[in-house]
């Protein structure tokens, strides 16, 4: 496995590739890698030669007060799982090479990015569409992997690569959960025993509205109302929000139909 530090090299590999006609396959990360990310890598490998895979802490999707300094970086355990697991090339730049000096340009996705976790953190998603964007500039692959746990950055994504006729095929690949439910992340490395076990009831709390919702009951404010009561159980998590939304437009809905998140 090849590892690239800066843009021009990695562009003159993807130009490369595309001029062997190539299908470069292309999972972006900010590393502390997990079996989420691998499950990535290997939809990747099955469809696409080369693969690319970035490791790139984005200071730009991080606000004020949070967590940019203490982010979990272990980039080499990451490098050595993704040589082993056949990536063939590592595209890690520093904030440096992504945003010198001068830079000004942003992008933001009007309608999607303020709402539900966009309304906690404001300018996460535009930090997080700018640096996909300039990502996929650089690597230029015909196919990027996303996972859908993250379903609003999906959607916003999506959106943006449709709105901006981007050539990357956006892949959405299955969520990877711990045995007891819980969503992998990179974050949950901050997680003492107490806390990883209280984690759980996110989980719980999204098991209790599927079984109302397979036994019948479409109404959303008592779905809703279910998630909260869960949650509540729970004294050590705090609810930021529990919505059920049209997957398009991330508005509140109703009842629940096919296309609702």
């Known amino acids: 496995m090849e590892i690239i530090r800066t843009i021009e090299w990695m562009k003159q590999v993807a130009r490369d590739a595309r001029a062997k006609?190539?299908?470069?396959?292309?999972?972006?990360t900010m590393g502390a890698l997990?079996?989420?990310?691998?499950?990535?890598v290997r939809a990747a490998k099955q469809e696409c030669s080369p693969v690319v895979a970035s490791i790139f802490v984005n200071p730009n999707q991080f606000g004020a007060g949070e967590d940019l300094q203490k982010y979990p970086r272990r980039f080499e355990m990451d490098a050595d799982a993704l040589e082993k697991l056949g990536v063939n090339y590592l595209f890690a730049p520093e904030a440096r090479e992504?945003?010198?000096?001068?830079?000004?340009?942003?992008?933001s996705v009007e309608g999607l990015s303020d709402?539900?976790?966009?309304?906690?953190?404001?300018g996460h998603f535009r930090g997080v569409t700018t640096v996909v964007l300039k990502l996929f500039e650089i690597v230029q692959p015909q196919r990027a992997y996303f996972g859908?746990?993250?379903a609003q950055q999906?959607?916003?994504?999506?959106?943006?690569?449709?709105?901006?006729n981007l050539d990357a095929q956006i892949v959405a690949c299955s969520?990877?959960?711990?045995?007891?439910?819980?969503?992998?992340?990179s974050r949950n490395a901050y997680l003492q025993d107490d806390d990883r076990r209280a984690a759980t009831v996110l989980y719980h709390a999204l098991s209790a509205a599927k079984k109302e919702i397979d036994a019948g009951e479409l109404e959303s404010a008592r779905l809703i109302e279910s998630m909260r009561r869960v949650f509540s159980s729970e004294p050590a998590a705090t609810l930021d929000y529990a919505e059920i939304v049209d997957s398009q437009t991330l508005e509140p809905v109703l009842r629940v139909r096919k296309s609702c998140l």
């Open 21 to 28: 006609e190539h299908v470069l396959g292309f999972v972006p």
């Open 34 to 40: 997990h079996e989420g990310h691998f499950s990535l």
């Open 98 to 107: 992504m945003y010198p000096g001068g830079f000004r340009t942003l992008v």
């Open 115 to 122: 709402r539900l976790e966009g309304r906690s953190r404001p």
């Open 148 to 150: 859908r746990k993250d």
């Open 154 to 164: 999906l959607r916003i994504i999506r959106q943006m690569a449709a709105d901006l």
């Open 175 to 185: 969520i990877v959960r711990e045995p007891d439910g819980l969503a992998m992340s």
